[in-house]
């Protein structure tokens, strides 16, 4: 088990009691040790036998409307708010260390993803327009983050509720030796798939035969 | 962190005129019929600080571009000052069509303006007809925009205004990886993250070859 592919959902109401909206909105929430929702006892980050390979990153997805549409009518499952935005308007950044990974074209690091283009859950209503390719890659040692940030109060009541405002993070976790395999392929500018180590553990094994 | 992908939205909700970032109280505002507004520095909506261009050691590679299939919304792409779509005739165009490349993917493609409830958002899931395929290439030193049309315009309904949308994928190249797309583009070769992953390969193995006849030599 030294290459696994593994998952992170996030919910804002995930928690005894779920935080208020008001004092959420418009700031830089962090998935894993934000204080909303479920989080996790430690930042995350690598060790120096870890190599992580973030894959896709989906937020809650909103939808533009008419600007009479009042506020708490449900469209397509997201809830408006006063202006006829439907949803949250959240947006994911990945951080890898101190450095946001999503940049503006004035070189600004930006909000991220929008939920808009990567949603989580897919439906026929939202469907993805964002792939992550070339995929995030998170060396030994480095810490990592997921920040979401949501702009628009599209929601029936004044606290979280369950799947209103969600993220999901799909990442490769190579361990021990494949992690060793998974820095060789970065240093010969190989992607970093399980395919390629595999290729990798292949050739050592036919040069030693 | 040389090669990484990048996206922009951008959706005509602002609180104030010029604005940089979003904001909670951004409010949907109109946009005029047949006006091309630069999604960067148009003024409408969320901007950046100034108009997006590459740098000496920088190569853009856009992939995609989708604006809302909504009110004839397009969407063009200008390299310094030449427009990327045109008609058959070499005629300006507004490009290409929010049906053929919505965003949000699944969106409707209408809305009725006078209604204010949900009834008001149409029944249709658009989906996208159309690929931006081959890429679109943006050599270091180009300034690029992206401008935002709708042959309707919003607010055909007095005090209504539908919010609408763009959203430009792309990825960005810097230092040494724009150098390789460089020399891709020379060689004719197709600029995205594999291509040039091979050519980092290809010179790797090329100096392995020229060590171990050096070393033959000795």
Do not use: H
């Not at chain 2, 935002?148 to 960005?172: D, H, N, P, Q, W």
Request: proline share 6%; hydrophobic share 40%.
């Amino acid at each position: 088990m030294s290459m696994r592919s593994q998952v992170y959902e996030w919910d804002a109401a995930r928690e005894t009691t779920p935080k208020s909206i008001a004092s959420t909105i418009g700031n830089r929430i962090s998935i894993f040790v934000g204080g909303v929702g479920n989080n996790i006892t430690k930042p995350a980050e690598t060790t120096a036998t870890e190599f992580v390979v973030i894959e896709d990153i989906a937020t809650t997805p909103s939808l533009g409307t008419v600007s009479v549409v009042v506020a708490d009518e449900t469209v397509r499952g997201l809830t408006t708010a006063a202006g006829g935005l439907a949803g949250p308007r959240a947006y994911v950044q990945v951080r890898i260390n101190t450095t946001d990974y999503f940049l503006d074209p004035d070189n600004i690091p930006n909000d991220g993803i929008p939920g808009a283009a990567s949603p989580y859950p897919r439906s026929i209503n939202f469907q993805p327009s964002f792939n992550l390719y070339p995929d995030v890659y998170v060396l030994p040692g480095q810490v990592w983050d997921a920040l979401i940030t949501f702009y628009n109060d599209g929601f029936p009541t004044a606290n979280f509720q369950a799947s209103e405002l969600m993220c999901f993070v799909k990442y490769t976790l190579y361990d021990g030796p494949d992690a060793l395999i998974a820095n060789k392929l970065l240093e010969m500018g190989i992607s970093i798939n399980p395919g390629n180590v595999d290729w990798y553990k292949r050739s050592l094994l036919q040069a030693q035969a | 962190m040389s090669m990484r992908s990048q996206v922009y939205e951008w959706s005509n909700l602002q609180a104030n005129a010029n604005q940089l970032r979003r904001t909670t109280g951004d409010l949907p505002v109109a946009v005029t019929a047949n006006r091309e507004y630069d999604i960067f520095t148009g003024g409408l909506g969320n901007n950046i600080t100034k108009p997006a261009e590459t740098t000496a050691t920088q190569f853009i590679v856009i992939e995609d571009v989708a604006a809302s299939p909504l009110l004839g919304g397009a969407v063009q792409i200008r390299i310094n000052t030449t427009d990327y779509f045109q008609n058959p005739d070499v005629t300006d165009m507004s490009g290409i069509p929010g049906l053929a490349s919505p965003y949000p993917r699944g969106a409707p493609s209408s809305m009725n303006a006078t209604l204010a409830t949900a009834g008001a958002v149409g029944s249709q899931n658009t989906l996208k007809s159309f690929d931006l395929y081959p890429d679109v290439y943006v050599l270091p030193g180009q300034t690029f925009q992206i401008l935002y049309s709708s042959r309707l315009g919003t607010g055909v309904t007095a005090s209504a205004t539908e919010i609408v949308s763009c959203f430009l994928k792309y990825t960005l190249y810097d230092g040494p990886d724009a150098l390789i797309a460089n020399k891709l583009l020379e060689l004719g070769v197709t600029i995205n993250p594999n291509n040039v992953d091979w050519y980092k390969r290809s010179l790797i193995e090329q100096q392995q070859r020229s060590r171990a006849v050096a070393g033959g030599q000795q």
